[in-house]
């Protein structure tokens, strides 16, 4: 089922069921924030799709759309891959028809979510298996900074064009920031003008209910 919302008073389609392939979250609550949306008659109120633990899966924001307008996408399957050498991390998602290390995973969308560990308000990656189609979440920080590992050393630091680093230095602190890492070991360049800030609640714990 379709999911649709009125932007700018354009129906625009955010996405099918629970996957909202056609808006970033930062595009989607910026526009909410704004007074832009609008419900859709047979679609959720434009503030439910932004809450957190409602299901939804939101596209990753990749910088390369950031001049896009919400809802516009020239690929909806679109994934970033990233080279994975370390077979001690993220075993248990690889089909065993992928070839030996070094593997590739894709990263496809965020989710926010209260994470079952600690309560912790975040913006979870999701990564895609390419071979089966299978999609994953990283929730925890130890996870993330070892995924983060190999995004630096082999799609960073190996790269040779420069435009192709940038490109993935940008995909790595927007990961960073949607998990509110306030201290991060790892080395990303600084150089990070042009990367907006996530657009995500103050970060705190899930509240008693």
Known sequence: MGEYIKYKNKVIKLGTCESLYYASYPKYVQALESGQLKQEPGNLPPGKYAEADMGFLFRFPFPDEDHLKLGEVEDYRRGISVTITDPTIL???????????????????????????????????????????????VEEDTVIKQLLTQL??????????????????????????????????????????????????????????
């Open 91 to 137: 075993e248990n998602s690889f089909s065993r028809n992928q070839p030996p290390y070094p593997r590739e995973i894709e990263l496809t969308q965020q989710k926010l979510v209260h994470r079952h560990s600690d309560g912790q308000l975040c913006l979870v990656l999701v990564y895609r298996d390419p071979y089966l189609g299978s999609s994953f979440r």
């Open 152 to 209: 630096i050393r082999n799609n960073i630091v190996r790269e040779k064009d420069l435009q192709r680093k940038l490109f993935y230095r940008q995909i790595a602190r927007r990961i960073v920031n949607g998990y509110q890492l306030k201290s991060c070991s790892l080395t990303i360049s600084q150089s990070q003008k042009d990367i907006p800030a996530e657009r995500i609640p103050a970060r705190g714990k899930k509240p008693n209910r």
